[in-house]
């Protein structure tokens, strides 16, 4: 079993920053794809940014340029710093990794989400 636990979400004005983190922590052999979505009340959950375990980047056409996403693969921790935010950006944000098993099987975990809450 595998745990996501996300932090740094909050309040924030508009034009300011936040940095959200996600640990995965328990039965894990390696993390392939860790990423963000994001979900707005009455929108679908949509992806914000994922990176792979090589370090290749995917953004949202909403955030380039100003999301940056990074993972620390020793601490099977991913990263979003997100700049110059805006209030089209609150919703909750998931973390959400691919993990491999030790028998190289991969599983989706989902990261139980964070409130980012962006005021104009």
């Known amino acids: 079993q595998v745990q996501l636990v996300e932090s740094g979400g909050g309040l924030v004005q508009a034009g300011g920053s936040l940095r959200l983190s996600c640990a995965a922590s328990g039965r894990i052999f390696s993390i392939n794809t860790m990423g963000w979505y994001r979900q707005a009340p009455g929108k679908r959950r949509e992806l914000v940014a994922d990176?792979?375990?090589?370090?290749?980047?995917k953004y949202a056409d909403s955030v380039k340029g100003r999301f940056t996403i990074s993972r620390d693969n020793a601490k099977n921790t991913v990263y979003l710093q997100m700049n110059s935010l805006k209030p089209e950006d609150t919703a909750v944000y998931y973390c959400?990794?691919?993990?491999?098993?030790?028998?190289?099987?991969?599983?989706?975990?989902w990261g139980q989400g964070t409130q980012v809450t962006v005021s104009s």
């Open positions: 990176i792979t375990s090589g370090g290749s980047t």
């Open positions: 959400n990794a691919r993990v491999v098993a030790v028998t190289t099987l991969e599983y989706e975990y």
